[in-house]
T-cell receptor, first 115, second 109 residues
């Protein structure tokens, strides 16, 4: 399977704990995105990497959320001191480097439940 | 007001019907536009890009009106398999993508 993969697929944690999610993009895709999605809403943009550079991030990522892509391949998203409101699906997507191609290919997501 | 707004739905239509979805966006500097499809509890998948000249892919037609900041999706001859949530997506030149909340379509026999 050469699609975007995410790990874990499901995570249950207690309020106040830290969690980390991993995303492996499609190889050769230099752009990587993180989103959060709750029921009945569209995916909410969190951050965007081009190679290892984090080019855009929502205000949400200035607090308990942080994302890294140290070698320009896989990425991690960490949530510190989780809150019940963090319960959501966390989606990762990647897109290729060639000009004019902006299709984002999504992974299956990590479903987080904070108790 | 949200940056990307879609028809609230849900749309319930019979097989064979034609259905149209609308989407408006607020950022006039937006660069790229897309429709994605999302099945229940699955990840979004690209349906089609949207161009000013309009584009068609089989039973699906997408239109973009930059002056009115409006995007549309037309589905002709609806199939049961078209039942899904359709997400309008607007991307800025900085690479940030903003999704609408989606419109749910149910096609019934």
């Amino acid at each position: 399977d050469t699609g975007v993969s995410q790990d874990p697929r499901h995570k249950i944690t207690k309020r106040g704990q830290n969690v980390t999610f991993r995303c492996d993009p499609i190889s050769e895709h230099n752009r990587l995105y993180w989103y959060r999605q709750t029921l009945g809403q569209g995916p909410e943009f969190l951050t965007y990497f081009q190679n290892e550079a984090q080019l855009e991030k929502s205000r949400l990522l200035s607090d308990r959320f942080s994302a890294e892509r140290p070698k320009g391949s896989f990425s991690t998203l960490e949530i510190q001191r989780t809150e019940q409101g963090d319960s959501a699906m966390y989606l990762c997507a990647s897109s290729p480097p060639w000009a004019g191609e902006e299709t984002q290919y999504f992974g299956p997501g990590t479903r987080l439940l904070v108790l | 007001r949200k940056e990307v707004e879609q028809d609230p739905g849900p749309f319930n239509v019979p097989e064979g019907a034609t259905v149209a979805f609308n989407c408006t966006y607020s950022n006039s500097a937006s660069q790229s536009f897309f429709w994605y499809r999302q099945d229940c509890r699955k990840e979004p998948k690209l349906l089609m890009s949207v161009y000013s000249s309009g584009n068609e892919d089989g039973r699906f037609t997408a239109q973009l009106n930059r002056a009115s900041q409006y995007i549309s999706l037309l589905i002709r001859d609806s199939k049961l398999s078209d039942s899904a949530t359709y997400l309008c997506v607007v991307t800025s030149n900085a690479g940030k993508s903003t999704f609408g909340d989606g419109t749910t379509l149910t096609v019934k026999p």
